[in-house]
Each structure stands twice: as structure tokens, then as C-alpha cells.
């Protein structure tokens, strides 16, 4: 047979799981659009937390004691979050629809062709890159609102109740927004459908919630996706969920969604 | 081997492909012939696993493509030259599409430098023309040294040396043992490159067959008579079995007879003769032939046709 036969012996060609992970890790950081919008993810964050900071050191003086019980300093470096989660979303939402949309998605089908370990291979290349990126990313933020809140002495030690959880449960929320904007994108294989459905799922429906009396919208909203996701790095005011319930139940969602996600690509012509 | 059985393909109310069977062998070009919109490409995707079959059922190398464990060693396809992010370079694609299959990155350079694509490597695909698209399809179909080879209409916007090049390259494909299915709606090109031929028309099986019993098949070959004496002479030939048709004056086309009959008939009748002359159906005719049927659209305009099938 012919030498490639032979060099292949040690090296069979043959699809695992982790050999899809890797490709997927070089389609991730060979697109330009990819890489610029978790830049966009992490300036939003840092910027908005920072600018945020900023503004309530300017306004503390002429603030009323009612407006200053409002602050919290713990929370200050999570202000960036919604639109950090607006940039991770668009990104997950790319990840899959951009295939779509150029083609590609049947080049990766037909050399994977049980399909799964592709949805899976870019659901991990995205949690891990994102993670870690936003991760950085907020505790940049942490220290950039606490070295400007400093100024008017309200900053806050690393050690205080709620600071980790709040460094931390940020990128954990802003990563599984986009998993749920990429199980959007799988599902409806286009990018301005994935990109609305998103804004419409994270900013639309939650404002139309607050227009409803209290007694009813209430009990609803702390259940809805982005205000249970959320819930991790809250301070438990205003009647949101606990911390971790909330995010399980916004993890709850998403795998649901992920289920939904799978079983079409798995059995839908592409 | 791909082997396709009883395949039908419904989208909605409309029949794509409809109880298809047939078998492509290794070793040889097999030529998937058929207008545009008879449903190649369905089939094609069919048998790549990208589409489910309504009914029937498609095996590649006697096993389920979509099960198998080493995809990119068993088939390797080239679809519309648009199945690549635009927004990549063509390494980085072809990178990714090796890396799911393990196959090494060595590989990859490899046939870069084989479609002839290294000055362009690492450049972005959006700004790619046709022929350098199909390049790189292609490219991407021999990345996993497949057993076997489809390739749907390759020579699509590729230059006349482009043309050579996947003719030539079909044929070692082929004489290395493997399978090489190649679709196309240009009877010319597959002339030059198909020994075997399946030839579909709206989404039907016309015709599996090689190239040249195909062509005798189609016709019964004509022969060309000019005469002055065209009525006369038509009477003289007609009897159950043969067929005379006349486009011009003064011109007579018989098929079911010989030159050699057709002149010694016309002495015994005393009629001249100016012009007698065999001729062979060529690929397009004999396929215009059979699928004039099974043509998809059939209210285009008769140059646009022509087009088609055109070299």
C-alpha cells in the first residue's frame, strides 16, 4: 500500500471526541469575528464597570442617603454584565450560524458524520475560552471599580462577603448565555434570527415582565433566564433567587435548550 | 463502492429522487449524468449522510457512512464549491476539517501543494474565485486519502488548465484502485473522463451503463443522406422498423439501415445520391435523447439549453 498507509499505523484516522475539540479550537482562533467580539466581551465588561464606578464616586457627595443604601460596592464590578453577555451571546450565536451561513457546517458534517461531537466539540472550546477570558476579565474589573471607588473611600477588601462569588459568577453567567445563544443558533441556523431571538429572549421580554402589577410579574421574574442567571452574582435584594438556585435554574434552561439544539442537528437535513 | 438502493427523496410534495438504484465500482470514473435539477446533488448529499432518505438506502464501502468510525478515509466529497467559511484562511480550514479525523497536519500541506493552492495558503477564502474555491474543495475532499472520491461538478468555473488538471487527477484517482463518483451536466466532459455512466432525469434512473453503449444505445445510428430526389427516395427506404427525417431539403436522416443498404437501394430505384454518410451520436445527442423527457425545466429558452449542455 501506498507510505501514507504505513505512517498512519501508530496514528489511525478515525473521529474522537477530543480530536473534534481540537478542531474546533483552530476554526475558534482562525476567525477574525470570533476573536473581536470576546475583545468586545471584555472591554464592555471592564468598561461599563469601570465607568459605572466612576460616576457614583463623581455623584456621592450630592446623593441622598436613600440613593447611597442603592450602592452596593460588591456588585459595582458586575455593572458590565449585560452587555458583556450580549457580546458572549453574539459570539455563540456566531460559532454555529456563521457555518450555516457560509456552508461550512456541511464540510464539518460530512467528516463528522454522527454530527453530536461537533455541537459538543464547540460548546467546550467556547465555555473554556470564555471562561477563562471573562474570568480574567472580571477580576480585572474588581480591581479597576475598587482602585476608582477608593476615592471616596468605598471601595471594598477582596475578603468581603459576596466579592468572590461575584468575580466568579460572572463569567460563569456571561459563558452560559452564550451556550444558550449557541443552542439558539443551532436551532434556527441563521445569525440574525439567533442574534434577535437572543436580544428578544435577554432584554425584551424581562421589561415587558415589569409592566405587569407586581403581585403577578413578580413570581415570574425572578424565574425568567437572565434574572435567575443573574441571581449568582446578586446580593439577594429585590426577591431574586438565591444565588446558586438561581443559576441552576438558568443552567436548567440552557441544557434544555442544548437538548432541543442536538436533536435537530442530529436529525435535520443540513 | 457506493451502493444506492430504491433511494427516494420527497421534500414537501416535491420528489428530488425517486427509487434510484445503482452501484458505482472502484477503479474506474463513473460519470453521474442528468440536467440541472434531476437531483444529483440530493443524492449526492444522500450519500454523504448530510440528507436522509426518504426511503432506500445508501451504502459506502458495504456500511452506513454516517456510522463510520474513520469518515475522512472512506469518502471524501467535494460539494458546491461554497462549504467554507469565507472568513478563514484555506490552511486553517483545511486544518480544521484534518484535525476531526486525526489525520496530520503534514497531510494537509500536502495537498495544498497537490491542488496547487500554496502561494495562496494563507490567505482569506472570501476573496477566492470560483476555480481556486473548487481547488480547495477538492483539496479538502483527498485530505483523509479516501477510498472513496466524489466530486460534484468540478470543473465549475475552473480555466481550461484547471480542466486538465481534474481530468487527469480523476483518472490516477481511479487507476489507484479507488472509488470516483463525478457529477456533472456537461455530457462533453464526461466523454473525456468517464468510462461508466448513470444518467438521471428528474430524480429518475435513465440510464447505468458505460459511455460507449450508452451512445449506441440512445440513437441507432443515423445516416445522413442528401439527395435531390429526397420524397422519392424516402418512399423508396420506408418499411416497418426504419425512420426517416428530414430538417433541410434535400436532406434525409435514416436510422435502421446501413450506408451500404441506403445506396444500393437507391440505384435499384435510380435515384442520385450526393452525399452518404454514417454518422456516430455523439454523447450529447444521445443524451439529449433520453432525458428529453425528464428535462426539469422545460419552458427556458432554447439557447439557455443549449448552454447546458454545451461544452
Known amino acids: ?270 | 463502492m457506493i451502493e444506492v438502493e430504491n433511494l427516494r427523496k420527497e421534500y414537501g410534495d416535491k420528489v428530488a429522487v425517486d427509487d434510484l438504484t445503482f452501484t458505482v465500482q472502484p477503479g474506474t470514473v463513473t460519470g453521474f449524468l442528468g440536467p440541472n435539477g434531476a437531483g444529483k446533488s440530493t443524492t449526492l448529499r444522500m450519500i454523504a449522510g448530510l440528507d436522509e432518505p426518504t426511503r432506500g438506502r445508501v451504502r459506502v464501502n458495504g456500511a452506513d457512512y454516517r456510522r463510520s468510525a474513520a469518515p475522512m478515509a472512506e469518502l471524501g466529497i467535494l460539494l458546491e464549491a461554497k462549504a467554507v467559511h469565507t472568513g478563514r484562511s484555506a490552511r486553517n480550514h483545511l486544518l480544521a476539517l484534518a484535525a476531526t479525523n486525526g489525520v496530520p497536519a503534514r497531510r494537509v500541506d500536502e495537498v495544498i501543494e497537490m491542488v496547487g493552492l500554496a502561494e495562496v495558503a494563507r490567505k482569506r477564502v472570501g476573496g477566492f474565485s470560483l476555480g481556486m474555491g473548487q481547488r480547495l474543495g477538492v483539496a479538502g475532499a483527498l485530505l483523509g486519502d479516501p477510498r472513496v472520491v466524489i466530486l460534484d461538478e468540478p470543473v465549475n468555473g475552473l480555466d481550461p488548465e484547471g480542466v486538465l488538471w481534474i481530468r487527469n487527477l480523476l483518472k490516477a484517482l481511479a487507476s489507484q484502485g479507488r472509488t470516483v463518483f463525478v457529477s456533472s451536466h456537461l455530457m462533453s466532459e464526461m466523454a473525456q473522463t468517464a468510462t461508466r455512466l448513470v444518467v438521471v432525469g428528474r430524480g429518475k434512473l435513465v440510464a447505468d451503463t458505460t459511455v460507449d453503449e450508452f451512445v449506441s444505445r440512445a440513437t441507432g445510428n443515423g445516416v445522413l443522406v442528401r439527395t435531390p430526389e429526397a420524397p422519392r427516395l424516402r418512399e423508396a427506404l420506408l418499411r416497418p422498423g426504419i425512420t426517416v427525417t428530414s430538417e433541410e431539403q434535400g436532406v434525409l436522416e435514416v436510422f435502421g439501415l446501413t450506408a451500404q443498404e441506403i445506396g444500393t437501394a437507391a440505384w435499384h430505384a435510380n435515384l442520385p445520391l450526393y452525399e452518404l454518410t454514417s454518422r456516430t451520436a455523439s454523447l450529447e445527442e444521445a443524451f439529449m435523447q433520453l432525458t428529453h423527457d425528464a428535462v426539469e425545466y422545460r419552458n427556458q429558452p432554447v439557447d439557455q439549453m443549449k448552454q447546458e449542455v454545451a461544452v
Open chain 1, 1 to 270: 500500500m501506498s507510505t501514507t498507509m504505513i505512517e498512519r499505523t501508530g496514528n489511525p484516522v478515525r473521529v474522537t471526541q477530543s480530536r473534534v475539540v481540537a478542531s474546533e479550537w483552530i476554526k475558534f482562533r482562525s476567525l477574525r469575528s470570533t476573536v473581536w467580539t470576546l475583545v468586545a466581551a471584555v472591554g464592555l465588561l471592564i468598561g461599563i464597570a469601570a465607568l459605572f464606578s466612576a460616576v457614583m464616586v463623581n455623584q456621592w457627595d450630592t446623593m441622598d442617603a436613600g440613593q447611597r443604601a442603592l450602592f452596593d460596592p460588591v456588585t459595582a464590578s458586575a455593572q458590565g454584565s449585560t452587555f458583556a453577555q450580549l457580546a458572549t451571546g453574539v459570539l455563540g450565536v456566531l460559532l454555529i450560524s456563521g457555518e450555516y451561513s457560509t456552508g461550512m457546517i456541511r464540510a464539518s458534517l460530512t467528516v463528522v458524520p454522527r454530527r453530536l461531537p461537533v455541537l459538543w466539540g464547540k460548546i467546550a472550546v467556547f465555555t473554556a475560552v470564555t471562561f477563562t477570558v471573562m474570568l480574567v476579565a472580571s477580576f480585572v474589573a474588581f480591581l479597576v471599580t475598587q482602585a476608582v471607588l477608593a476615592g471616596q473611600n468605598l471601595d471594598v477588601a477582596m475578603g468581603t462577603t459576596g466579592v468572590l462569588r461575584t468575580i466568579v459568577g460572572v463569567p460563569l453567567y456571561v459563558t452560559v448565555a452564550g451556550i444558550f445563544a449557541m443552542a439558539l443558533g443551532t436551532l434556527l441556523r441563521n445569525t440574525a434570527a439567533g442574534i434577535s431571538t437572543l436580544v428578544a429572549v435577554f432584554f425584551v421580554v424581562p421589561p415587558l415582565f415589569s409592566l405587569l402589577p407586581s403581585s403577578l410579574a413578580d413570581p415570574i421574574m425572578k424565574y425568567l433566564p437572565n434574572t435567575a442567571g443573574q441571581a449568582v452574582f446578586g446580593n439577594g435584594g429585590d426577591g431574586s433567587l438565591a444565588p446558586w438556585t438561581g443559576f441552576g435554574v438558568f443552567c436548567v434552561y440552557t441544557a434544555v435548550l442544548v437538548g432541543f439544539a442536538a436533536w435537530r442537528l442530529r436529525r435535520v437535513d443540513v
